[in-house]
């Protein structure tokens, strides 16, 4: 009998183990309390920086009024101390600049996570909107994490980009733009689009075109494969193989282009051959056609995704299996070292 109460009461601390490192481990790492952020809007003005306004809506869901400390993700704005009463709405704004850098090719990084008293909300927002405007003279994004959606030109001729996400976490959003003012549109192809043979050729077909008002000179189109899953085909001159810093060798397509009229479009194509696993069943995408007038990059295509389907049939996408979060895993471990203890005392006894 007094082996059985030993065991129920060391299973009873195993489980108070697992559930107090779990519960120990979130309240640590995230914000629990009763304010949530219900809405994030930024509204970024790029010109030689980038000034950032963005207001968050927060919603106090408790029964009693609760005073937070608030700090943007990226630790720009000052802090705002806020008292929030029960059940009601308050926004609050920040208001701040963010540095883009000084070369020709632009990068703008903006988090619009906020923390509350110094730690992530542990729940979802309602909705992000994000507002982008462009510089004067730069007509176009070259490339971002987020599919912007590009809308009307303002009064004062500069380009606006919106973006928007619903019940979400928030995180970090990259935007490139280049300033030299060319306006150069690439789009790629590549056909067929899956692989289904081994040694399979496809022809990449890349598209430019030139959208400004005036020629565009001294034009470099790039594409960049691994080797291990592509080989050159043709035309031969056009391609050569680049020695990885630290990681495999690549395959590089370029094509100078001398001189782009205005309001001109250019059609490109080349072949290569697929190299990779013949026997598995995948998506994977391309890496996007660089643009370059004088060196500096000013465009970039989307992503092409290719279906590998060689030797094997397509079934349907399975969701990942959880893996194990680190609180549970301490306290397995700890349950483990109290199940040791639990069999020395019994064996102890015999």
């Not at 994030?40 to 400390?69: C, F, H, P, T």
């Not at 730069?138 to 380009?159: A, H, K, M, W, Y």
Request: proline share 7%; hydrophobic share 40%; with cysteine.
């Amino acid at each position: 009998m007094t082996k059985v109460r030993t065991m129920k009461g060391l299973i009873g601390l195993m489980l108070c183990a697992v559930l107090l490192c779990q519960g120990a481990a979130a309240s640590t790492l995230f914000y629990e309390g009763n304010v949530i952020v219900d809405a994030i809007r930024a509204d970024v003005d790029i010109g030689q920086k980038a000034d950032v306004a963005i207001s968050y809506m927060l919603v106090n869901r408790g029964g009693s009024r609760e005073q937070v400390s608030l700090q943007p993700g990226e630790g720009q704005g000052s802090p705002q101390t806020v008292v929030l009463e029960p059940g009601l709405a308050k926004e609050v704004l920040f208001e701040y600049t963010v540095d883009a850098g000084v070369d020709t090719m632009r990068t703008l990084s903006l988090d619009p996570a906020l923390l509350i008293n110094g730690k992530p909300p542990a729940t979802r927002t309602g909705s992000i909107a994000v507002v982008l405007r462009l510089p004067p003279g730069v007509p176009s994004l070259i490339s971002s994490n987020r599919d912007f959606t590009i809308g009307e030109t303002g009064n004062d001729g500069r380009v606006v980009y919106y973006w928007s996400a619903e019940d979400c976490y928030p995180t970090t959003i990259t935007a490139k733009w280049s300033t030299l003012g060319v306006n150069l549109a690439v789009e790629k192809a590549i056909r067929p689009g899956a692989i289904t043979e081994p040694d399979q050729e496809c022809t990449v077909t890349i598209t430019l075109a030139n959208r400004g008002g005036a020629a565009v000179q001294n034009i470099l189109l790039r594409d960049t494969f691994p080797t291990s899953d592509f080989e050159a085909v043709s035309p031969e001159g056009e391609f050569h193989v680049m020695a990885g810093n630290g990681s495999e060798p690549r395959l590089i397509w370029e094509k100078s282009i001398p001189s782009l009229p205005a309001g001109q479009t250019l059609a490109l194509a080349y072949r290569i051959r697929y190299a990779g696993e013949t026997a598995q069943v995948h998506d994977f995408a391309l890496q996007p056609t660089a643009v370059y007038v004088d060196g500096s990059l000013v465009a970039a295509s989307k992503r092409v995704t290719v279906s590998q389907l060689t030797g094997a049939t397509r079934v349907p996408d399975q969701p990942p299996t959880p893996a194990a979060t680190t609180p549970l895993s301490i306290g397995v471990i700890l349950a483990s070292l109290l199940f040791s203890a639990w069999r020395g005392i019994t064996r102890g006894k015999r």
